[in-house]
């Protein structure tokens, strides 16, 4: 670690511990810009970035500090870093029914019929924002205002692999099975996450994704 | 080769975990105490990377039929070798063909490791042969074992001494050490009051997942919070009050506000908690707990 300095921190104000390792960094609008130049620029004192709803979290190896390389491209966040991965992923869905058995919920509460439910959900262009939750769980922002939903009351004991769902601001696909607190509104064949593959997720931060109604 | 004759209640295989994959929202997991499985792998000749048994609150019954050297660290359970002779801790135990190695329940604390020499052979998936019992992959079909597995040994051990480890010295009842968390700024007094003066005891629904405790309520302004990532040892206050720490295998991200996380130097200390345990907590500063060393396992020759 000769060329970082040790024992000096470089910690903006606004940043915060999450225990001694990990940083939470607000990033904004830039978050997936700054995710995408720390992945490439490999940060020697950095084991781990988990980038969530317009923050980072940098989990540093044990007994490292913040180097002033790694905050100084925090704090101004490299112009010309992609905020797209360049990929469009299209996702054929089936909508409704057994496999979407939340879409009449969240068609009232947004006060439209169940077609043009899905209508307006296959029409948006979405983007990953990260993955969390489960391995492979993508958040995907571009839900339309009026297809936004609060999660539910209690959530099911079990949801099936591949369930599209609609949470809060977000929509997003269940890879595996299990419990959920998210309206399903449908379900795709396509494995979200295998830890076979030579890319285990099928989405990453920065994909394109849109919903195509079988 | 090792034949599973009876399991215990949740015997995982774990290694030093998968870390850097947070991205993908997969947690490092691995062994709940990376240090005790490393020192059990090198008393069993193995490099301390190598996959060994994270085995919890009772343990299995074991047969080697061609026998094997095998070494536990960790929680001491009560155990015994089919010859009827305790099992030793912290030491290189060689087994005869045949032998069986019997694990009851644990005496003190949660769980131990039992690492073999040549290392449990099972694939490596993203990096690591720990198993994830959330997503179901890793270690053994990605679940725990059961009564009839057999379990292959590799066989990249080095050379075979009898070592004797010393494991490092724990202050059992002390508080757990935080650094407070992000959201601290979102709590009462009276919720901090709560969260630093109280005892908490673990709950029985805590697992790798997570350590759910119940105590005092942590009060906090409710907040519409956006999700944000989190690591073990991150202490979400969910909307009851009642705390959750975050384990090994938790989930990457999470929308509970965090009023505090464990220190790394402490997160051995998780991993032997058990339901029913108390615990409180006490605030240090970041930087002292950066400075807090690793504990250090001492292995020498058994003389």
């Given amino acids: 670690m000769g060329k ?11 940043w915060r511990w999450v225990s001694d390792r990990g940083l939470r960094v607000p990033t904004g609008e830039a978050t997936l810009a700054c995710y995408g130049t720390l992945v490439s620029q490999d940060f020697p004192e950095v084991e781990d970035i988990i980038p969530a709803d317009d923050s980072l979290l940098l989990v540093l190896r044990r007994g490292e ?7 100084a491209m925090l704090t101004s966040p490299p112009a010309d870093a992609p905020v797209s991965s360049g990929r469009l992923l299209e996702i054929a869905v089936e909508y409704g029914g057994r496999a979407g058995p939340d879409l009449p919920v969240v068609a009232d509460l947004a006060g439209i019929d169940p077609a043009a439910y899905i209508k307006r959900h296959s029409d948006a262009d979405y983007k990953v924002a990260f993955l969390g939750f489960q391995p492979g769980f993508p958040y995907l922002r571009g839900l339309p205002d009026v297809l936004r939903t609060p999660r539910r009351a209690s959530p099911r004991v079990r949801v099936a692999a591949g369930s599209v769902a609609v949470g809060g601001v977000y929509t997003g696909i269940y890879p595996a099975a299990g419990p959920g607190g998210w309206h399903i509104i449908g379900r795709t064949a396509a494995v979200l996450f295998d830890p076979q593959r030579d890319a285990p997720a099928l989405m990453k931060p920065g994909d394109r994704v849109r919903f195509v109604p079988q | 080769m090792i034949e599973v004759l009876r399991a215990g209640l949740c015997d995982l295989v774990m290694d030093q975990g998968r870390p850097g994959r947070g991205g993908l929202g997969v947690p490092r997991g691995g062994a709940a105490d990376p240090a005790a499985l490393a020192a059990a792998n ?11 048994l994270e085995i919890t609150l009772q343990g299995p019954t074991l047969r080697f039929p061609r026998g094997g050297v095998v070494a536990l660290t960790g929680a001491r359970f009560a155990a015994v070798r089919s010859s009827g002779v305790t099992v030793a801790w912290n030491e290189t135990l060689v087994l005869a063909a045949g032998e069986t190695l019997r694990l009851d329940h644990a005496q003190t604390g949660c769980r131990c490791w039992l690492a073999v020499r040549g290392g449990l052979a099972v694939p490596q998936l993203l990096g690591s042969g720990s198993t994830f019992l959330p997503a179901g992959f890793g270690g053994l079909e990605g679940r725990a074992l ?16 009898l070592l004797r480890a010393h494991p490092p010295s724990s202050e059992a009842d002390a508080p757990l050490r935080v650094v407070a968390g992000p959201q601290v700024d979102l709590f009462d007094d009276a919720g901090l009051a ?3 003066g109280g005892r908490y005891q673990v709950g029985a629904a805590s697992d790798r997942r997570g350590l759910r405790l119940s105590g005092p309520a942590v009060t906090h302004a409710k907040a519409d919070l956006p999700s944000q990532g989190v690591l073990p040892g991150a202490v979400q206050i969910p909307p009851d009050g009642q705390p959750i720490i975050l384990g090994w295998d938790g989930p990457v991200t999470g929308g509970y506000p965090v009023v505090a996380g464990v220190v ?14 108390r ?10 707990a950066r ?10 020759d058994i003389a």
């Fill in chain 1, 4 to 14: 970082y300095t040790r024992g000096q921190s470089h910690v903006h104000p606004a």
């Fill in chain 1, 65 to 71: 500090c913040v180097s002033a390389e790694l905050a």
């Fill in chain 2, 42 to 52: 090198r008393l069993a000749g193995n490099d301390a990377t190598a996959a060994g």
């Fill in chain 2, 146 to 161: 059961q009564a009839g597995d057999r379990l292959a040994l590799g066989t990249g051990a080095g050379d075979m001494h």
């Fill in chain 2, 194 to 196: 709560a969260f630093f």
């Fill in chain 2, 264 to 277: 790394t130097a402490d997160w051995p200390r998780l991993a032997q908690l058990r339901p029913g345990d």
């Fill in chain 2, 279 to 288: 615990v409180r907590f006490a605030t240090i500063a970041r930087e002292a």
């Fill in chain 2, 291 to 300: 400075e807090l060393a690793a504990a250090q396992w001492e292995i020498g």
